[in-house]
């Protein structure tokens, strides 16, 4: 353990700063900052570069924390050097320097029995749509999700704390031509639904027990009409009331169990 460190301007404090606020930072680096209790001790140990904590923290350090500080190393600071680097208004007293976790895009396919399911993301720009959508995908048993590069950036702070640790877990690609991405799974017997006002078969009204993909658009304009027009076909969630339409990760997240329902009733 080093000697505590005490200002805000030391070069590895900066470091982190520049981290939490810099998406072209985090992507040349390749690292990004995570913060809090639960998350950073969720953290597969393999993505974990350092530690940092204050002395608080390490004091009252639960069993999960007091293995992370011991298997990683660990790096003192003040109260006022961790609310300085941390992005939350009121830190929890512990951050970690994290490693990007890096897919392929086979990767998203799933691996042995599993069969292909699929979200393909344009343009989300709201962090908690986008880490919510992270974080049901998981539950949901999806197997990959790909994002558009006009999708805000998943290593954001505040989307980060959103996947609630399911950025570790739920394979993803970015990508800079989602329609040929969605060509591509088609080549592989993949289909393609896009959540749309247009479409005219209802969502639970698909056979969705082989492999598929769910195409959300962005929260304001939904999705444009380039990769609609490369879907196998438009669907619609039917909505009652005077609703016109659904937040992006409640969307993402009927089709999903509806697929993972299917796939359950088939299996009985």
């Not at 301007?9 to 700063?17: Q, V």
């Not at 699929?118 to 992270?134: A, V």
């Not at 040929?180 to 969502?203: F, M, P, Q, V």
């Amino acid at each position: 353990m080093s000697d505590i460190i005490s200002s805000g301007s030391n070069p590895r404090i900066r470091k982190l700063i520049e981290l939490q606020k810099k998406g072209k930072l985090r992507r040349e680096t390749g690292l990004f900052v995570i913060e809090g209790t639960r998350l950073c001790a969720d953290t597969p140990a393999q993505y974990i570069k350092e530690v940092y904590a204050t002395e608080n923290r390490i004091r009252n350090a639960s069993d999960k924390e007091k293995k992370l500080f011991q298997e990683h190393p660990l790096t003192v600071v003040t109260e006022e050097v961790m609310a300085k680097a941390a992005d939350t208004a009121t830190p929890q007293g512990v951050l970690c320097l994290a490693r990007m976790p890096v897919y392929s895009r086979e990767m998203l396919l799933g691996t042995g029995d599993a069969l292909p399911l699929l979200l393909i993301l344009e343009d989300i720009q709201d962090p908690g749509n986008l880490g919510t959508i992270f974080r049901t995908a998981e539950a949901a048993g999806a197997t990959g999700i790909l994002m558009s590069r006009g999708t805000v950036d998943l290593f954001n702070p505040k989307v980060v704390r959103s996947t609630m640790s399911a950025v570790f877990r739920m394979p993803f690609y970015v990508s800079s031509d989602l329609c040929a991405e969605t060509a591509a799974l088609r080549e592989k017997g993949i289909r393609s639904y896009a959540a749309h006002l247009g479409g005219k078969r209802a969502y639970d009204a698909l056979p969705l027990t082989q492999g598929c993909a769910f195409l959300i658009g962005n929260e304001g304009k939904g999705l444009s009409e380039k990769l609609t027009a490369e879907a196998d076909e438009k669907i619609i969630i039917p909505m009652a009331g005077g609703a016109e339409s659904l937040n992006a990760a409640m969307a993402a997240g009927i089709l999903l169990f509806e697929a993972a329902r299917q796939r359950r009733t088939e299996q009985l």
